[in-house]
């Protein structure tokens, strides 16, 4: 059971170019979700999803696309990198959003944007 | 709009200290809140989850409480160590997880 796996760790990126973050976790959750990490800012919700087919923005969604094609994946997509992304992205997921289960954490995937 | 604060900021404490760390948000309405440590340059470990129902959880050394009317929670560390030192992290779920801003913590030998 490796949890929730997050790809790549490090990432740097010129302005303007494009990339995907990858997720996935193999413990069956419904609910996954993609947050970012800024000094100061605590975590802030990007997009979620609560299953297959569903996604929802978050707090934070522009510049940023998501799909969910299976239970398993939530790629987080880079339209066209801006220094202000230079963040550290984290992925999460849970078994259902609004019942009692904790949510698992990816270890994160720190993105420089110069 | 669910605001989540964390006091204090930043925490330096010798060791064997027993502490407290703060967490209070603005709308009572949530599902359950969680605690988290986050060492550097890690990512977020689940310490303990509170629901909405209950009054505190527990695991080992640490205890978690709700206040759910008056919009706080605490997180009780016995018996301070040095490998406690970490960021503190509170975040309440109210469909999507709100998040404090975070203790950093140093106990120091």
């Known amino acids: 059971n490796a949890g929730v796996t997050q790809t790549p760790k490090f990432q740097v990126l010129k302005t303007g170019q494009s990339m995907t973050l990858q997720c996935a976790q193999d413990?069956?959750?419904?609910?996954m979700s993609w947050y970012r990490q800024d000094p100061g800012m605590g975590l802030r919700l990007i997009h979620y999803s609560v299953g297959a087919g569903i996604t929802d923005q978050g707090e934070v969604p522009n510049g940023y696309n998501v799909s969910r094609s299976t239970t398993e994946d939530f790629p987080l997509r880079l339209l066209s990198a801006a220094p202000s992304q230079t963040s550290v992205y984290f992925c999460?997921?849970?078994?259902?959003?609004?019942?009692?289960?904790?949510?698992?954490f990816g270890p994160g995937t720190r993105l420089t944007v110069t | 709009k669910q605001e989540v604060t964390q006091i204090p900021a930043a925490l330096s404490v010798p060791e064997g200290e027993n502490l407290v760390l703060n967490c209070s948000f603005t709308?009572?309405?949530?599902?359950?809140l969680q605690w988290f440590r986050q060492d550097p340059g890690k990512g977020l470990t689940s310490l303990l989850l509170i629901q909405s129902s209950q009054r505190e959880q527990t695991s080992g050394r640490l205890n978690a409480s709700l206040d759910k009317s008056s919009g706080r929670s605490t997180l009780y560390i016995a018996a301070s160590q040095p490998g406690d030192s970490a960021t503190y992290l509170c975040a309440v779920n109210t469909d999507k997880l709100i998040f404090g801003t975070g203790t950093r913590l140093q106990v120091f030998p």
């Open positions: 999460a997921s849970s078994y259902d959003m609004q019942r009692t289960y904790e949510q698992y």
């Open positions: 709308d009572s309405a949530i599902y359950n």
């Open positions: 413990m069956n959750h419904e609910y």
